[in-house]
Each structure stands twice: as C-alpha cells, then as structure tokens.
C-alpha cells in the first residue's frame, strides 16, 4: 500500500513501529546521500562518474588495482566527512530502545556504528570501505597506510607483505558473499516481525532477497525509498519520500 502523502505515510509507519516487537532494518546507498555520499544509481551517482571493477579484474590486473584505489581516494573527502543523517539516527534510536536487536546493510560507509550502533550489531552484506584487508591472509591495513605507499610507489597499489593484494574490505561485483553475514541477515529477517527496507533500489542480488524474504516469512514489510521499486506491491507500506523526512520523526533525543 502507498501512503497517500507523508503525514499518513508516517502515522502508519508510528503504528507499525509501535505494534512490532522486533524491528530489523535493511538499508541501502539511499540512506547516506544526504550524509554527502553518492549512491549508484541516482543522477551523479557513482556509476556515472567511475568504471565499475569486477573482482577477477582487480586480482589479476595491477592496472585496475591501481584504477580500484584512485577511485576510492577520490571519493575520500565524502566518506572521511559523512556524519550518520536523519535516517541513521532514527534507526539508532528503535535500536537503543531495545526494538531492533540488529540492522542489515548493503551500505560500506561505517555510519550505522558512527550513529551508536554496535559494530557487532552491523551485519554488513557488502563489507565496509572505511579499512583494507590483505585478500590472502586477511591481515588489515589502514587507509592512510595504503595512501601513504600508493603515492610513494607513484600511483600504484601496494601489495602485502604475504605477497597478497590489498583491497577496501568490500564486497565487490563477482566477489563472493560474506557467508557469516549472510546467514546472521537471514535469520533476522524470517524471526523479526517487521522489517524496513530503507533506501535501496532492490536490484542488486542476492541482497535483495531479504526484503523477499522477510515477507514470505510472514513478517510485515514497508519500504522507504523516493522512488519506485519492483518489490511496492508486495509491501505492506511504502513510504516514497525523502528518508531523512519520512524517519526524521523517530529520532529520540
Ligand atoms: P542504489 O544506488 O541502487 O539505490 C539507492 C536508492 O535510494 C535509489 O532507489 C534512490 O532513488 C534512493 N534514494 C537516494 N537518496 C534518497 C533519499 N534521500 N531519500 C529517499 N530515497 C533515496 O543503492 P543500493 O540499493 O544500496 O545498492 C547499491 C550498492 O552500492 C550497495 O550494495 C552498496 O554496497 C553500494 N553503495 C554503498 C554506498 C554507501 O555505503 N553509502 C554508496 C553507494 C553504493
Ligand atoms: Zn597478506
């Protein structure tokens, strides 16, 4: 059902929140714009300015590992200054009053933690860009180290001292999914009774399955996103607003 406008939209959303007893979020790229980070696919969204880097490219060639780290230097001045949005607080405030015991991200930025969420109680479905792990014996590296060897190898990635490549501790496209991760993220969809996908355009697979899932699983979903997604017929509420604006109303003090 769609909210004919933002006030109903948010009174029923009150009532879902109240009713619900264990509220787990599901958030996407569209939570964190108006925290000055791009998502893929709005106007001037990543995908419109960089080349994406398939996994297989980025191990076999240093050319695209060189690519892979300009890129993310360059996108350093958003995510170095992002502080959590509406929305992240919002969320953080359900979980400090002990109704959502958890929350599911496909989002890399580090903001659900910066917002008081426990970093244990962050199940991160696509990593987090904010450290970098060695890919062969998983030894972490900082960002600053990284740039401070790339710049001193003139633009070239480093490499570990294991002889393995460095990368963001993402997942990216053709990487395998985190396994741990994506067990935690289904067992809190089929044992929550509300579930909030928030800022996500669903198409990016398999995380989109949790919405798909939570549903099947009998639990009530509503999606908050200002613009359509294929998944609005099966929702219970959408929300197609601004996210700052439809949770802004739940941030406790
Ligand atoms: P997406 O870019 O595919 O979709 C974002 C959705 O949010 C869009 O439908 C857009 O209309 C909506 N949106 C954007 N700003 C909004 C706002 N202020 N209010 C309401 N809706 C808004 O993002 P996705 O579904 O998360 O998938 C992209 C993948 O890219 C993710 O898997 C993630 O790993 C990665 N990513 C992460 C970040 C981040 O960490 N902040 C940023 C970009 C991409
Ligand atoms: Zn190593």
């Given amino acids: 059902?769609?909210?004919?406008?933002?006030?109903?939209?948010?009174?029923?959303?009150?009532?879902?929140?109240?009713?619900?007893?264990v509220i787990i979020p599901f958030t996407g790229a569209g939570i964190s714009t108006e925290c000055g980070i791009p998502d893929f696919r709005s106007p001037g969204g990543?995908?419109?300015?960089?080349?994406?880097?398939?996994?297989?490219?980025?191990?076999?060639?240093?050319?695209?590992?060189?690519?892979?780290?300009?890129?993310?230097?360059?996108?350093?001045?958003?995510?170095?200054?992002?502080?959590?949005?509406?929305?992240?607080?919002a969320l953080a405030s359900l979980y400090r009053a002990g109704k959502s015991p958890a929350l599911i991200t496909q989002n890399i930025d580090n903001l659900h933690q910066a917002s008081g969420i426990a970093a244990s109680d962050v199940v991160e479905?696509?990593?987090n860009t904010t450290y970098a792990l060695?890919?062969?014996?998983?030894?972490?590296?900082e960002l600053s180290w990284v740039k401070e060897k790339f710049d001193t190898l003139g633009e070239h990635a480093p490499d570990c001292g294991c002889g393995g490549h460095i990368?963001?501790?993402?997942?990216?496209?053709?990487?395998?999914?985190?396994?741990e991760a994506m067990q935690r993220a289904e067992e809190l969809t089929r044992n929550c009774d509300l579930f909030l996908a928030v800022?996500?355009?669903?198409?990016?697979?398999?995380?989109?399955?949790?919405?798909?899932?939570?549903?099947?699983?009998?639990?009530?979903?509503?999606i908050i996103n200002r613009e359509p997604t294929?998944?609005?017929?099966?929702?219970?509420?959408?929300?197609?607003?601004?996210?700052?604006?439809?949770?802004?109303?739940?941030?406790?003090?």
């Fill in 230 to 253: 294929d998944f609005d017929e099966i929702a219970d509420l959408v929300v197609r607003s601004d996210i700052g604006d439809a949770l802004s109303p739940f941030i406790a003090n």
């Fill in 134 to 141: 060695c890919l062969d014996c998983a030894k972490r590296y």
């Fill in 125 to 127: 479905l696509h990593g």
């Fill in 46 to 89: 990543i995908w419109t300015k960089n080349k994406l880097i398939p996994f297989d490219t980025f191990v076999t060639s240093q050319e695209m590992r060189d690519e892979a780290w300009r890129q993310r230097f360059a996108m350093e001045q958003n995510f170095a200054k992002a502080k959590p949005g509406r929305g992240h607080r």
């Fill in 167 to 179: 990368k963001t501790a993402t997942v990216s496209f053709g990487q395998q999914m985190p396994l």
């Fill in 199 to 222: 800022g996500s355009s669903l198409v990016v697979w398999p995380a989109a399955g949790f919405p798909l899932m939570a549903k099947r699983s009998g639990v009530a979903l509503v």
């Fill in 1 to 21: 059902m769609i909210a004919s406008d933002l006030p109903t939209a948010i009174e029923r959303l009150r009532q879902l929140i109240e009713n619900a007893s």
